[in-house]
């Protein structure tokens, strides 16, 4: 399936697009709330400053896919694997759980109540990403010192806020 299929169907009333193999796909700019992608393959495709509020993308593959201001508030991406550039995207409320985030770029992301329990943070880039009230209960340790924690939970369960640790 190309993009321009997947767009005409999305405006005619499909969500489904479970599994498609959107490779190279250029999405940028397009409205796709509430769409099904789970277990899709979206390699190497432009999704800047696409709308996915409510999207379900569990499972969903993401390598060096062009991710940046793109809108992801409470979309389900468990499971994903998403190498990739997010840089300035909103994943507030967003479901990550066991995703896979190696060498992501999350600069300046807006991560506010979303939920990365048990994901791969190795190598992922946070650097002026907001984290408050996130959950990393059980991540691997990434490397998160230039990220705004506010009432975040730590892999290991404590709590950070304001450069303080709470047990």
């Known amino acids: 399936m190309d993009a321009e299929e ?5 405006a005619a009333g499909d ?16 409205d796709l709330r509430g769409i099904n992608l789970s277990r ?3 390699d190497g495709a432009n999704l800047m400053d696409a709308n996915l509020c409510g999207a379900c993308l569990a499972g969903t593959h993401f390598e060096d896919t062009e991710m940046i201001n793109t809108d992801f508030r409470q979309a389900n991406l468990s499971g994903s694997h998403l190498s990739a550039n997010l840089s300035g995207a909103n994943l507030s409320g967003a479901d990550l ?23 791969k943070l190795e190598a992922a880039i946070f650097d002026g990403a907001n984290l408050s009230y996130a959950n990393l209960t059980g991540s691997t340790d ?3 010192n230039d990220a705004i924690l506010y009432h975040t939970i730590m892999p290991d369960g404590s709590i950070v806020s304001n450069d303080h640790r709470y047990k």
């Not at 997947?6 to 999305?10: C, F, G, P, V």
């Not at 969500?15 to 397009?30: Q, W």
């Open 15 to 30: 969500r489904d697009f479970t599994g498609v193999d959107l490779i190279n796909a250029n999405l940028s700019r397009t």
């Open 97 to 119: 759980n066991r995703a896979d985030l190696y060498s992501a770029s999350l600069e300046n992301a807006l991560l506010i109540d979303t939920d990365l329990s048990y994901t």
């Open 142 to 144: 990434g490397n998160v």
């Open 6 to 10: 997947l767009l005409r169907r999305y």
């Open 40 to 42: 899709a393959y979206l």
